[in-house]
């Protein structure tokens, strides 16, 4: 394990344009390294401008949940690095931080003593991979499927495996390529609302000398990518871009709430009466009604309009010219008749709120990232006015945007959502040595549960070069050799023709969408809504940060959100017509 010193333990609440702590390799290309086969020695270093040693932080209340995390373990988890200070730390920044700082000090598996309850963090591509692929029915989503089953039953995010064997097999089909090239074209329509919009908000801000808009950019993709989502899965125009409305408010609220369980670490939810009695818990069943209510409503409408069964057929119709291409309209077709309506609504409402947020979030963060570096953006800028013109964006040109992808991507990496998978182990397992220390791997009870932190792996010193520099050149290089172009230390032949670099050309240092057969069903969809949304931005709006990157402060639920906004001002581009 490299020594790592006290620069590096910062807490990385905004990303700063040098990146604040300073790693370097002796490995230039690390990824090509990564294998089962453990290294040699100790090959990586982090080197940081300090010599302070790290000095473990111990309080009364962190002693006593060492204590009882061991004993009711029974000792089974005992040889492996526990954080210390877990308890006292967690009540001052969020989560998935405290886990980077006890990654670089204790390394790629440790041991998050916290209560009653241990959890094990995995920072190890080996390890996640193992347990998102190799082994991955012997486990299923534990705290996370206890947190949202009362919100998506069973739908696919937190199903049971039987259930979930029978779902996905359903519904993975419905995101064919000729499904998704028809979603672009939704993507651009919307895309262009929001823009229509801002151009109007500009129009009547022209009286004024700056002719700029100052907007929550954040807001407005969250409005974005509801109208995306409702079109797209269920054929429903929320609108929410231009106007409010009961079902806009009740999704908002049920989010909400879902955000809250998920930081919330108490199950107040179940106790007994309370869905009656508490406000909070009442309003909360009153949303989850009114959109249970409009989705049976479609649901009834989309099976009263059922047309054909063969799903070879569906697959080959002309999605560009439907009027509904919806991803409800394909399942309900399907399967027509035997569908369950229950559990087709679970899958509905998991994919309304996985697609929503998450995308929102992408969005934010590349405008805040790129608004960070100017010559960046005008670097997109330049592959916008290339490819696009004036023009609107298609399937076809979106293989041409291809610095835009890079951004979508990196951004992705540095503020992977969710940025922490959760797991729990239904059998007991032999976890492998990992690719990070000489370790032979750890035995895990079952019942045992944990915590794979896709952001320590995203910036991990070990494989990334500046990893907390936003550097969306990073995946792309030439292959020394081989004269192609890939994705750094990446190998895109093991993925051939992937859009996007992905957790099988990165062997699962990346892993923006999960991987194994759990993997995000929706990642193709959603990789291309945000480079069309970004594409038709930048295409007419130069954006700054209203105040400095400082001022975003970072706060987590099921994603990375901002905690006041994102509050930028938008100029219109000089050659934009
Ligand atoms: C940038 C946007 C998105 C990100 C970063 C993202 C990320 C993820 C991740 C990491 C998982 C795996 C969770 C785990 O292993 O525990 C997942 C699962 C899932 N996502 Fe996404 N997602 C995005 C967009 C979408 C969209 C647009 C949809 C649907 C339209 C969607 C639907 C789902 C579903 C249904 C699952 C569960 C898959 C299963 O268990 O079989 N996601 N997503």
């Known amino acids: ?65 060492n204590l009882l995390t061991n004993f009711l373990s029974g000792g089974s988890l005992g040889s492996m690095p526990t954080a210390e200070g877990a308890v006292s730390d967690l009540f001052g920044k969020p989560l998935f931080l405290s886990l980077y700082d006890w990654f670089l000090e204790h390394g790629g598996v440790y041991k998050l003593a916290f209560g009653p309850k241990a959890f094990i963090v ?36 937190p199903a049971d495996l039987n259930t979930w064997k029978q779902r996905r097999r359903v519904v993975a089909p419905g995101f064919h390529a000729l499904y998704l090239e028809a979603m ?18 500009l129009k009547e801000e022209s009286l004024q000398e700056e002719k700029v808009i100052e907007l929550d950019l954040e807001a407005e993709f969250s409005s974005l990518a509801l109208d995306i989502i409702g079109l797209s899965v269920f054929n429903y125009d929320f609108g929410s871009v231009t106007k409010e409305s009961p079902v806009i408010k009740a999704v908002y609220g049920t989010l909400f709430e879902a955000e809250h369980r998920s930081t919330f670490y108490i199950p107040y939810w179940k106790v007994p009466f309370a869905q009656w009695l508490v406000p909070r818990q009442r ?55 035997d569908v369950d309506d229950r559990q087709l609504r679970d899958d509905l409402m998991t994919m309304l709120i996985a697609g929503h947020e998450t995308t929102a979030a992408v969005l934010t963060w590349a405008v805040f990232l ?36 890079l951004i979508v991507v990196e951004t992705l990496r540095l503020y992977p959502q969710p940025p922490l998978l959760i797991r729990r182990a239904l059998t007991s397992d032999a976890l492998p040595g990992g690719y990070m220390g000489d370790k032979d791997g750890y035995a895990i009870p ?64 990346f892993l923006p969408f999960g991987g194994g057969p759990r993997k995000c069903v929706g990642d193709q969809f959603a990789l291309m809504e945000s480079t069309v949304a970004l594409a038709m931005l930048l295409q007419k709006f130069d954006v700054q940060l209203k105040g400095s990157a ?25 050659n934009a017509h």
């Open 446 to 509: 079952d019942g045992t549960d944990i915590f794979i932190s896709v952001y320590n792996l995203h910036r991990s010193p070990y494989f990334w070069d500046k990893p907390h520099e936003f550097e969306p050149e990073r995946f792309l290089v030439r292959k020394e050799n081989e004269g192609i172009e890939g994705w750094a230390g990446f190998d895109p032949c093991r993925s051939p023709g992937a859009l996007y670099p992905n957790e099988i050309t990165a062997d699962f240092a």
């Open 283 to 337: 309003k909360f069943q009153s949303d989850l009604k009114v959109i249970n209510d409009c989705l049976d409503g479609l649901i009834r409408n989309a099976k009263e309009t059922r047309q054909e069964t063969d799903v070879e057929k569906l697959q080959q119709r002309d999605y560009l010219n439907l009027k509904d291409a919806s991803l409800l309209r394909f399942l309900v077709d399907m399967r027509g008749a």
């Open 184 to 201: 672009v074209k939704i993507f651009t329509d919307c895309a262009e609302k929001t823009i229509l919009k801002f151009e109007n908000l």
């Open 370 to 405: 790129l608004a960070q570096h100017p010559s960046k953006m005008k670097k997109a800028q330049a592959e916008v006015d290339s490819v696009l013109g004036q023009g609107r964006t298609t399937f076809e040109s979106l293989k041409d945007l291809k610095y835009l992808k």
């Open 122 to 157: 995995v920072s190890d591509p080996i390890v996640a991979r193992h347990i998102l692929r190799e082994n991955a029915f012997s486990y299923d989503k534990g705290v996370l499927a206890d947190i949202l089953e009362p919100i998506m039953g069973k739908g696919l995010i």
């Open 550 to 574: 400082e001022d975003v402060e970072l706060v987590t639920g099921a994603t990375i959100h901002t905690k006041n906004g994102l509050l930028c001002k938008l100029k219109r581009r000089d």
């Open 1 to 65: 394990m490299a020594t790592v010193t006290n620069s590096c333990l910062i807490h990385h609440f905004q990303i700063s344009s040098d990146g604040g702590c300073r790693v370097k390799y002796s490995n230039s290309s690390p990824f090509t390294h990564i294998s089962n086969s453990k290294p040699k020695g100790s090959p990586v270093r982090c080197q940081s401008t300090s010599t302070e040693e790290v000095k473990p932080k111990r309080n009364i209340l962190d002693n006593a949940s």
